[in-house]
């Protein structure tokens, strides 16, 4: 199993950033999990070297609706950022309704490579890892 | 029914007033004119009359003058004289014979001269009152001859002889107007007559005999002294109103041949007419108007009792031939007066309607949300004044509107945000207990877990509680009006409630529909509902039968759905519609209970209204009215 490097999770509610934490250790897919309680946040670590190493993590969950900077406005900079800085695959999560104006808006954002729903589960993450990094994970 | 237009108004009281006010001015003038052409004619009549009545009366003066002068010649005295004397004048010696010759030329000398004379003699008594010198003619035209001798007649029993006799010098009779005889038969053709005699008496005063003149009155009494323009009837009577003269021949002289008639069978002012030398009436006689005008003229002495009446007629009709021809002529002026008024009737309403109808106009084509009211020019006062109230008027309403529409921008806003957050802890408390339940179940004891699960359900239902609330404000906001064919969504709906309709055995019986202009999802979401009721409230063990109706009334359609479920009782089909109402236990049937608010809303969006009545055998029927909407009417929501 080739566990990812890391990933990051953008969301300022400590509940869902538990319980993302919880799943992702039960699943032992990933060497580290490093949150981020807004999208400033979220930029400060991916441009902050940490033994001489950007973070680039494999993985970025990011939430919508966050103080200080907001999902939108991260994804903006994010964009912007020099390929050194960037992570991997970028998952957006939206809340359950699936409001129709988010999607809309999701689909033409090019960095986003899919949106999730909130709460992950143990199912859909599976299934999440084995879409975006196929063959990587044996999850019986 | 619509009140007639301003034109049509204005028309026809200008057409009125101008007919009114005609007729009743030409009604007055033309009656006046009437009057004064009958009193015209009056006064043409009696010069007429007046005018035949003299020329008569000169006739016969010249006739008396003639008699008496006649009755003066020498040769009337010389042949007493001579008679008296054994046929010879004392005087001079002159013989009968020769006064007699004498006396012949002068009367044929005046019969010779005057052409209207029928027999001018000499009569005298003795020996019956033989004719002693006689010159006559038979007709008028004529020649004049001189009676032999041996042809002179006896006429002392003539009533004339008689008369005459009786007279004194200088008196002469003038007989009745009669038509000459011949024979004792009247003289065909008919010779009216009029004879006039004088006494002749000798030196001492002894009477003699007569001279009697016999006229021919017809030229005077017939011809017309003057020439009219207008035709007048004119008839003459004697003082027994028999005629004399008479439009009708045959009725003059009549009475001769033993007719009875008399004028005051034809006159109706009779006695009026003839009661005064002269007079003029207007008679209204059988239906027939006329003027008639009467002038009698004494025959002889004023108290011989003998009178002759020129009466002149003129209808009315004749007369007023003018005015009626005046009548015809006002009439075609009245009726270009009335077409002239009828178009400055139109041509003035229409400049005043045609500023309303743009006005009328301008508010149609007025949206709310465009700019202002567009006032045409040239409005009389009073429509200026409904344009300046109709602009205030919408300036108002557009404020309101746009408050109304910011206030529930912000309701929406304030829906959406408010549930969206109220989301968010909803789900982290079920995934929580997710948690606990799945990792720490075995912790628990039984009533442990049966907590967990209560909550967890609890959230289920707030979640879904919270989810309706969204969709519900949600409503509509991305609809644009398109044409839907309901058949072909009644297929969809049918298709998404197919496992429903296998499950419960469900009947759906849809007639034909029609394809209008609404917002496709709601509209779809509405019958879904509907029909999704219908199946999942029907009664146990009962098939659900479920019937569609669809029927148009005006630009309005009215839907129906019915079912023989379990029915509504009446005291909840208000309450029904209001969101989170459930008539239910919610352990039998599931669901929200927003879905028939949801309905309501959908119908309201599209104008409409939607209630409950009985269905059958006890079952529902949900009745909604909706009208098409106006694609152009809305804007894209972002």
Redesign the interface.
């Known amino acids: 199993m080739d566990k990812l490097n890391r990933v990051l999770l953008v969301d300022d509610?400590d509940?869902?950033n538990f319980?993302h934490e919880?799943l992702f250790e039960e699943l032992d897919c990933t060497h580290e999990v490093a949150t981020a309680l807004n999208g400033q946040e979220a930029l400060d670590y991916l441009t902050s070297a940490v033994d001489g190493a950007y973070p680039k993590p494999e993985l970025i969950c990011l939430d919508i609706n966050m103080p200080v900077m907001n999902g939108w406005e991260f994804l903006r900079a994010y964009e912007k950022l020099d390929e050194k800085f960037r992570g991997g695959v970028v998952l957006m999560m939206v809340?359950?309704?699936l409001?129709?104006d988010d999607k809309s808006a999701a689909d033409g954002c090019p960095v986003i490579n899919d949106y999730i729903s909130?709460?992950l589960t143990h199912e859909r993450l599976i299934e999440l890892l084995d879409q975006h990094f196929p063959g990587r994970f044996d999850f019986g | 029914m619509k009140k007639p237009g301003i034109s049509t108004r204005l028309a026809v009281l200008v057409t009125a007033i101008v007919v009114v006010t005609a007729s009743i001015l030409s009604t007055l003038i033309i009656s006046r004119l009437n009057t004064l052409l009958i009193d015209a004619a009056a006064g043409e009549l009696e010069r007429e009359s007046q005018m035949r009545a003299n020329r008569f009366t000169s006739k016969v003066d010249e006739l008396v003058r003639d008699t008496l002068l006649v009755a003066s010649v020498p040769p009337v005295q010389g042949y007493i004289r001579a008679w008296q004397h054994a046929g010879v004048d004392p005087q001079d010696g002159t013989s009968a014979q020769v006064w007699r010759q004498r006396m012949q030329v002068i009367l044929s000398g005046v019969i010779r001269n005057k052409p209207e004379y029928l027999q001018v003699r000499f009569i005298g008594m003795a020996d019956g009152g033989r004719e002693l010198v006689r010159v006559d003619r038979r007709r008028l035209g004529d020649d004049w001859r001189a009676v032999e001798p041996d042809n002179l007649q006896k006429k002392a029993d003539r009533p004339y002889v008689q008369q005459a006799l009786k007279l004194k010098a200088g008196q002469v009779y003038l007989s009745e107007i009669t038509l000459n005889r011949e024979f004792g038969r009247i003289q065909q053709p008919p010779l009216p007559m009029l004879r006039a005699a004088t006494p002749v008496r000798d030196s001492n005063g002894a009477l003699f005999g007569v001279i009697v003149i016999n006229l021919a009155v017809a030229p005077r009494l017939e011809e017309s002294g003057q020439n009219t323009s207008l035709e007048h009837r004119y008839y003459v009577v004697n003082q027994r109103g028999q005629y004399l003269v008479h439009p009708d021949p045959e009725q003059a002289f009549a009475f001769e041949y033993g007719s009875a008639r008399t004028a005051d069978q034809d006159f109706q002012a009779y006695s009026t007419l003839m009661s005064d030398e002269q007079a003029v009436v207007s008679e209204t006689f059988s239906a027939k108007r006329r003027v008639v005008s009467a002038r009698r003229v004494p025959i002889g002495a004023q108290d011989s009792g003998r009178w002759i009446s020129m009466i002149v007629v003129d209808e009315f009709d004749d007369i007023t031939g003018v005015a009626r021809t005046l009548v015809s002529q006002v009439a075609i002026i009245i009726a270009v007066l009335v077409i002239v008024a009828v178009l400055i009737g139109l041509w003035l309403s229409r400049a005043i309607t045609r500023p309303i109808e743009q006005l009328a106009d301008a508010v149609r084509d007025l949206q709310l949300e465009n700019a202002e009211l567009r006032i045409p020019e040239g409005l009389p006062a009073e429509a200026g004044e409904l344009a300046a109230a109709l602009d205030t008027a919408i300036s108002a309403l557009r404020w309101r509107t746009e408050q109304l529409e910011a206030n529930n921008r912000e309701l929406e806003q304030f829906a959406y945000i408010a549930s969206h957050d109220l989301q968010e802890p909803v789900r982290t408390i079920s995934s929580y207990t997710a948690l606990l339940s799945e990792r720490y179940g075995d912790h628990l004891d039984e009533r442990g877990r049966k907590s967990l699960v209560f909550v967890s359900n609890a959230c289920g239902r707030m979640h879904a509680l919270i989810h309706g609330l969204l969709e519900y404000s949600r409503l509509g906001k991305q609809a644009k009006p398109a044409l839907v064919n309901f058949n072909q969504m009644m297929e969809g709906v049918q298709a998404d409630l197919e496992s429903a309709i296998v499950a419960r055995q469900a009947s759906l019986d849809v007639p034909d529909l029609p394809t209008l202009c609404v917002m496709e999802v709601e509209m779809r979401m509405l019958f879904q509902n509907l029909i999704g009721n219908a199946i999942k409230f029907a009664r146990p063990g009962v098939s659900p039968q479920i019937w569609i109706e669809a029927q148009p009334d005006g630009p309005i359609w009215q839907f129906s759905v019915s079912d023989n479920g379990l029915g509504i009782a009446p005291e909840y089909r208000d309450k029904v519609f209001m969101i989170f109402q459930r008539l239910q236990n919610r352990k039998d049937y599931d669901g929200t209970g927003i879905g028939l608010a949801h309905c309501r809303k959908v119908v309201e969006m599209h104008g409409g209204k939607i209630w409950i009545e009985d269905g059958r055998d006890g079952g529902t029927k949900f009745v909604f009215r909706i009208a098409e909407l106006d694609p152009l009417g809305y804007e894209d929501e972002e």
């Open positions: 509610y509940a869902d319980l919880m809340t359950t309704s409001n129709p909130k709460p």
